[in-house]
């Protein structure tokens, strides 16, 4: 079975750093990109970014890009999600899931994208003073 | 970006009834197109690629159809379990969008 186990909730204040990670396991890890989604409270979805598990290629949304870093360990089989500075707005839900691309993407250019399947537990990240 | 509209929503529909939800385009996306499913306080869990490809072990009653930028998710006959939110998400082009969800609640 297929299954992305992601790290527990967390809480933090604002300036703290953070990583969560996001553990896939059932499939072989280095022949699927990985992403993240984030769900702020009683919101929708939003897509954060992805990584190439095989060489750490990684593509952020523009919303996202500066603001977190993405990075994978294929020897564990498991990808990250971190903060160098939390804000308050940073409280979410966050969700890792294994994403299925064209072999012959890059971050740079790729014919099509692709659909999120299966997903994780998600983490709640609470950040408060 | 692509903006993905959602309509309606809310949906209020009783059990064993039909239930019709719409994804807007703001352009052409072809048929990249993904619908998800969520319970309250559960993951999204994916239900429809490729616009009308049906994931595996999702039943015959969901159904999804459209191109271009119109496209529809119907449920034939609403079970108490597919009381849920609904998100389309738009994969022809990065960055990747969702729509902002229809819910569908008991009539």
């Known amino acids: 079975e297929v299954q992305m186990v992601q790290s527990g909730a967390e809480v933090r204040e604002p300036g703290d750093s953070l990583k969560i990670s996001c553990k896939g396991s059932?499939?072989?890890?280095?022949?699927?990109?990985i992403g993240w989604v984030r769900q702020m409270p009683g919101k929708g979805l939003e897509w954060m970014g992805i990584?190439?598990?095989?060489?750490?290629?990684?593509k952020y949304s523009p919303s996202f890009e500066g603001q977190v870093t993405i990075s994978v360990d294929k020897s564990i089989s498991t990808a990250y999600l971190q903060w160098s500075s939390l804000r308050d707005s940073d409280t979410a839900t966050y969700y890792c899931?294994?994403?299925?691309?064209?072999?012959?993407?890059?971050?740079?250019?790729?014919?099509?994208?692709?659909?999120?399947?299966?997903w994780g537990q998600g983490t709640l990240v609470t950040v408060s003073s | 970006e692509i903006v993905m509209t959602q309509s309606p929503a809310t949906l209020s529909v009783s059990p064993g009834e039909r239930a019709t939800l719409s994804c807007r385009a703001g352009?052409?996306?072809?048929?990249?197109l993904a619908w998800y499913q969520q319970k309250p306080g559960q993951t999204p869990r994916l239900l429809i690629s490729?616009?009308?490809t049906r994931a595996t072990g999702i039943p015959v009653r969901f159904s999804g159809s459209g191109s271009g930028t119109e496209f529809t998710l119907t449920i034939s006959s609403l079970q108490s379990e597919d009381f849920a939110f609904y998100y389309c998400?738009?994969?022809?082009?990065?960055?990747?969008?969702f729509g902002q969800g229809t819910k569908v609640e008991i009539k």
């Open positions: 899931a294994r994403h299925d691309l064209p072999r012959q993407c890059s971050s740079i250019s790729c014919p099509w994208g692709s659909w999120f399947d299966p």
């Open positions: 059932g499939y072989s890890f280095t022949n699927y990109w």
């Open positions: 998400q738009q994969y022809y082009v990065w960055p990747y969008t």
């Open positions: 990584i190439n598990p095989r060489d750490s290629d990684i």
């Open positions: 490729g616009a009308s």
């Open positions: 352009q052409s996306i072809g048929n990249f």
